[in-house]
């Protein structure tokens, strides 16, 4: 007689299950690690977005000044960092800009968000809910006009980034930039 044994068969049953669950398991955990490089994905390119718009918008603008006080027609520098920084668009429609840490409405430094205020308007957050921002510094170099220096506003920013539930992505960021009018 030719064929199996009632128990070969069991066997390789059980020996066809047990790999179909180990192979499921797999399965499931790379779909779960995708699944979490995409969010991860999706929320480093809204910041990557926020911070080119800031870049964008410091780089075309004037007058740059650091803090909540003062005019815009005095630029200072400040070396030591600041939270704030105000300037005045070189669009006319946008006015005075306003970039600071805060949380929904207003600046604070226990905020954890990105905020832009245009033309004295209401604060609007600029990066995700994912992203909490713990530390946004601006630095300026070269703000008054005709002191030989091209202003420059340096940008620093720490954070986490929140993937899932319980797990978060740190980053630290540093840009510079410089403004697009030559300072005579």
Not at 154 to 174: C, D, H, M, W, Y
């Amino acid at each position: 007689m030719k064929g199996f044994t009632l128990i070969e068969v069991l066997v390789s049953t059980m020996i066809f299950t047990i790999v179909m669950v180990i192979s499921l398991g797999a399965l499931l955990s790379m779909s779960e690690s995708d699944r979490k490089a995409e969010t991860l994905k999706a929320v480093i390119n809204n910041l990557n977005f926020s911070l080119e718009s800031m870049s964008r918008n410091i780089r075309t603008g004037v007058y740059y000044h650091c803090g909540n006080s003062g005019t815009l027609t005095l630029p200072q520098n400040c070396s030591s960092g600041d939270t704030y920084l105000t300037f005045l668009a070189a669009d006319s429609t946008m006015g005075q800009v306003v970039y600071c840490k805060g949380t929904a409405t207003a600046c604070d430094a226990s905020g954890t968000t990105i905020l832009r205020s245009i033309n004295g308007g209401q604060l609007l957050p600029i990066t995700a809910p994912e992203v909490n921002i713990s530390t946004l510094k601006f630095f300026v170099t070269g703000a008054p006009a005709g002191d030989n220096i091209q202003p420059k506003v340096t940008i620093l920013l720490r954070g986490v980034v929140q993937v899932s539930a319980s797990k978060t992505s740190p980053f630290n960021l540093e840009t510079s930039v410089t403004q697009r009018i030559y300072d005579q």
